[in-house]
């Protein structure tokens, strides 16, 4: 039999650092976990110890290498019977570790006197039940290696819980990419850098105490509190303006020296790190603190730590960045901070995926936090480039916004020409009370919120590369891209169908029904969305009728009888079964039944 060590020495990529990586258990669902957990560290390397002390009969990690490389070299039916073995390995060893820290944690023995068993601490523990199903739907992406190179790089010395071998610190500040209205903008600059670059995509939308901005320097985020304050002047020169600031990454970033950096795997060094579904804001929080002291820890000996950064080529370097007293914070210790200069400004995370449709739970947050404010409050919505998720933001909060106030849109039927109809929109229309007169309205708002990001463009735009797609892997990954975005466009609309009902004229202390109740009364709803996850090459809309019959097709705008919807003859050729008699026009298969 061959063993795993040689079949890993047969691999033609990045061979000593995959070897190395397997052979030392880094896979990308055990580094979550790691991450997550308090003492994950400790707990790895202490089940690690156990099961190199309980392998005469076999090796868990070593079972998993073995089962990923023979599902690498062998044929597709043998190969995937080993990639069902190495999933039920990892989810083994990641079970040994949650259960290490479960008998660690200082608090576990007393819950456990309590009733409190593993079971219930693991129900409890939401993103590790997260992480659970991703091992058993995608075992491909958790079985990847986090890889150092050739194993001579900076990084693979890394020892910390989150700033770990196999990841780096990547600058987080993104180019200024596309040129803003003037009319909706408020420019950040600064002599010393290029524009807006210390806040990207930093803009205000109209009418509306309402901004959206990609992560920025410290400095940004003074000079938008700045801002602000000055134009706040002008309507409330007498009152001292508050400000909401709702920070919507999922990714661990802190700032060092007044510049963010994001945690990045050295591999892989553009792509956002993917936390389990579900991943709490009190999770991130912790995860950021300990990268905080990772850093700090990192940095005692020389004062200085290893940190990335991208050119305009797209290329990485690396420098060093002078640590001193107070140089790195997080993300709650900025603006806690501010706070104390006698800010007026509340600092809240709601993490939602990068390119994913907000979970139920994050709607729910969102109109939590909405509520409960006054009209002349700011709110700056942030995420990582100042685009997707930011103007999702600003999109909800414009939803909230006009029933909270009970002033609806009048909005043309005519506002806007759509290149493509898709299904599970359609679908989703006729079931919904005034659901064209939603849509209508959500529509006009991501126009009016779209300053640097059109949801609708966008969705459309992918398709159109989807359709031009020659390669297969990159169809698949334009058709990812458009479920994300037709889910998102999917729950805007429902989101609007909800607030008309529940949040009309809402204050504050008034009871409603959250949009996830109100969603989970809502199976037909329930059953579109999944059809749209299952299938979402489904979605798309093709019709081969004649020009005249899909002009007046199209031009459908009911509730019910909407666009791309026809009215077919129940009566088809065929219908009539000739052997029952007898035979009536306009009765099909009419029979009699004597007693």
């Known amino acids: 039999m061959t063993s795993p060590l040689e079949i890993s020495s047969s691999l033609q990529v990045t061979d000593f650092s995959v070897a190395a990586a397997m052979k030392a258990g880094n896979y990308k669902a055990v580094l979550d976990l790691v991450a997550m957990l308090d003492n994950g560290v400790d707990a790895k390397a202490r089940v690690d110890a156990i099961i190199d002390l309980c392998s005469e009969y076999e090796n868990v990690r070593e079972a998993i290498q073995t089962h990923k490389a023979r599902h690498t070299h062998e044929a597709h039916a043998a190969g995937k019977g080993h990639l069902m073995r190495a999933r039920t390995f990892l989810e083994r060893y990641v079970l040994a570790i949650a259960f290490w820290s479960y008998l660690e944690d200082s608090n576990s023995l007393i819950r456990k006197k309590n009733g409190i068993s593993f079971k219930d601490w693991t129900l409890n523990f939401t993103e590790f039940q997260s992480l659970v199903g991703d091992i058993r739907t995608d075992p491909d992406n958790q079985l990847r290696t986090v890889t150092v190179g050739d194993g001579k790089s900076p990084s693979v010395t890394r020892k910390g819980s989150v700033l770990t071998s196999g990841f780096i610190l990547k600058a987080d500040l993104q180019d200024q990419s596309i040129k803003l209205r003037s009319s909706a903008t408020i420019h950040i600059t600064d002599p010393k850098a ?64 007044g510049k963010p950096f994001a945690l990045r795997e050295e591999s892989h060094p553009f792509e956002n790190l993917r ?15 300990r990268l905080v002291k990772d850093v700090i820890d990192e940095s005692k000996e020389k004062e200085k730590v290893l940190v990335h950064e991208e050119t305009e080529e797209s290329h990485i370097l690396s420098r060093w960045e002078k640590i001193g007293e107070n140089s790195i914070k997080t993300y709650k210790e900025i603006f806690a901070s501010m706070n104390e200069d006698d800010i007026d400004i509340r600092y809240v995370r709601i993490p939602i995926t990068i390119g994913s449709a907000p979970d139920l739970s994050d709607f729910d947050c ?7 404010i006054d009209e002349k409050t700011h709110v700056v919505f942030q995420c990582q480039m100042g685009r997707g998720r930011s103007t999702l933001g600003t999109i909800v909060y414009s939803i909230v916004n006009m029933w909270k106030n009970n002033q609806p849109l009048s909005v043309n039927m005519d506002i806007v020409r759509r290149k493509y109809e898709y299904r599970p929109i359609l679908n989703m229309l006729r079931v919904l009370e005034d659901g064209q007169q939603r849509r209508r309205e959500v529509d006009a708002i991501i126009d009016l919120c779209g300053e640097s990001y059109n949801l609708r463009t966008k969705i459309d735009d992918t398709r159109d590369k989807y359709e031009k797609a020659r390669e297969e892997e990159g169809s698949r990954d334009f058709l990812r891209r458009i479920e994300g975005f037709i889910q998102r466009y999917f729950s805007l609309i429902l989101f609007d169908s909800y607030a008309s009902s529940q949040l009309k004229g809402i204050k504050e202390g008034d009871k409603y029904i959250p949009f996830s109740e109100w969603y ?20 798309f809309q093709t019709f081969s009728d004649s020009k005249m019959s899909w002009e007046v097709i199209n031009s459908r705008h009911g509730d019910v009888m909407g666009v791309n919807t026809i009215l077919k003859s129940d009566h088809f050729p065929g219908c009539q079964r000739m052997s029952l008699l007898p035979h009536i026009p306009g009765a099909p298969n009419y029979r009699y039944f004597s007693t």
């Open 194 to 257: 290029s524009s807006n670059r210390h806040a990207p995509h930093f803009r205000k939308t109209e009418k509306e105490n309402c901004y959206g901005t990609g992560s920025p320097t410290l400095m940004g985020v003074k000079e938008i509190i700045s801002k602000i304050y000055e134009n706040d002047k002008v309507n409330n020169a007498n009152s001292k303006p508050k400000i909401l600031w709702i920070n919507l990454r999922e990714e661990a970033a802190i700032f060092i020296n």
């Open 275 to 289: 936390y389990p579904v579900g991943t709490s804001a009190d999770r991130l929080e912790k995860l950021e603190e």
């Open 366 to 372: 969102l109109v939590k936090e909405l509520i409960s």
């Open 520 to 539: 989970a009364s809502r199976p037909e709803i329930m059953t579109i969305s999944r059809e749209l996850h299952e299938n979402p090459a489904k979605a």
